[in-house]
């Protein structure tokens, strides 16, 4: 004990320590430090080695690890972002890593408008699985422009997804058949699966030009790889933040990713080949293999380089897709009001003679409003999952953000906002049949996709299958809650998704 104002004699303390294991004992109190510095200090550790930061509002080390470790990292940074008022902008460290965060629409504008923030950090697992050779985290430059312009002008625009109408249509009708079955088979229908199987096979068509039967052989195997890519994507991977643990995957995130990638290889590589011997006997081109395997000088991509592209066009096709698909039907089931205001609508403008087609679509509006108010309360990417990344040293409004900081939105944030939003919390697509807020990234009040250089490329591809496939179910059934009910709890891992998948009952409208 001190007395008399004098201080503690801790160098007593080194006395008692034997000489040999000193520098152990120094180097563990060095690392106790750093540790508490992390756990404790405003903004964390990131933030105080560089001093050339201007106030931005943060939250400690422990709070933002706790915020971004658990299901909800979403809600977890909104409040944190509230509670400290800082929705233009919050800053935090996960462990060497700076963020930031933006919780309102004109500093997010301004972030993914900015040719500064058009990089994205690129973690173990995405490098392992190759998307440093695919458009999603390939570095803003000639490669990715290059990838960029192939894919807009030959996957995503709009003369390729009107072709892949019949086929859009044919799988509307595998999963009215599936649903039957299971109600037959079972008194109710999981519908994650066969949403899951109906976009994977969207994509596989567009991308491969072939598909898979539902539930056997290789279909599932493909499905099973696409949900372990995943599941890698998803984990907060501490390697990517701690570079003394780089060398131990200590979470076993690089060596599932490699056993993944040789499956993946084999499985697209088989597909590469398979094209090519077609096309020494009959060269048609149809699919996108066909377009890649087309380019010519620059432009040519190596084998590697198309595994890479084609893998992640069937890896990002599926889950979004398949995600907010089950989210719209929960809040069919949720609201009957909402569900029957639709299949009026559908019966007014469709009828009953025939099925909905693409045709169809524009004049549905009341279908599309329910589309675009699920993804306001239910964003599959809530965080815009693939972050983005600072490539210059650059200013966000006053503050000063360093190059190799990490940038998100919290797109949750801004569409659960009572500041921008009436009743931010109700379901209520009636909101967009007065204003009809432009969801394709120009206003940030609601940009699912993103927005500037990088808003995801396949965004009308996607709603032109949740469109038609929406319309198509509700249209041929009545959706009732099964004795399990309707859980709205999320977890958000890659994708924001049902914690518990929704099962529930389908009754026949023809009948
Ligand atoms: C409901 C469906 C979908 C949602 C909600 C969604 C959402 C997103 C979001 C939030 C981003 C990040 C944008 C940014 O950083 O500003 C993104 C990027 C991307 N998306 Fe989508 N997406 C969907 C469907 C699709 C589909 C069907 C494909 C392709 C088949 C696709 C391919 C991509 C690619 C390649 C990127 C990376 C773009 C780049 O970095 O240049 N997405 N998506």
Sequence with gaps: MSSHGESFPFHI????????????????????LLFMAALFSPRGIAWSLDRRCSFIPGAGGLASVLALSGFS?????ADLSHSLSARHLM?????????IVSSHPETAKQILNSSDFADRPIKESARELLFHRAIGFAPYGDYWRSLRRISATRL????????????????????AEQVTVLMGKHG?????KIFHFGSLNNVLKCVFGKSFDFWKGEGMELERMVREGYELLGILNWSDHLPLLKW???????????????????FVRGIIEEHRMRRRICRVSGDFVDVLLDLEDEEKLSDS????????????GTDTVSILLEWIMARMILHPEIQSKAQTEMDAYVGKSRFVCDADIPNLRYLQSIVKETLRMHPPGPLLSWARLAIHDVHVGDHFIPAGTTAMVNMWAITHDGAIWADPDEFKPER????????????LRLAPFGSGRRLCPGKSMGLAAVHLWLARLLQSFEWVPSARGVDLSERLKMSLEMENPLVCCAVSRNS
């Design 188 to 192: 109710q229908v999981e519908l994650k």
């Design 432 to 443: 967009f049949m007065t204003d009809d807020v432009n969801i394709m990234g120009s206003d």
């Design 91 to 99: 800053a935090f460290s996960i462990g060497l890593t700076r963020f």
């Design 156 to 175: 995503f625009c709009p003369r390729p997804i009107a072709s892949f109408g019949d086929f859009r249509l044919e799988i509307a009708e595998q999963m």
């Design 73 to 77: 990292a979403h809600r977890a940074l």
């Design 248 to 266: 131990l995957d200590l979470q076993g995130v690089r060596k599932r990713s490699r056993v993944l990638v040789e499956e993946v290889n084999v």
């Design 13 to 32: 303390f080194f006395f008692l320590i034997p000489p040999a294991t000193l520098p152990v004992f120094l180097l563990l109190l060095l690392l106790l």
């Design 305 to 316: 380089d198309m595994v890479a592209v084609l893998w992640e066009m069937i890896f990002r």
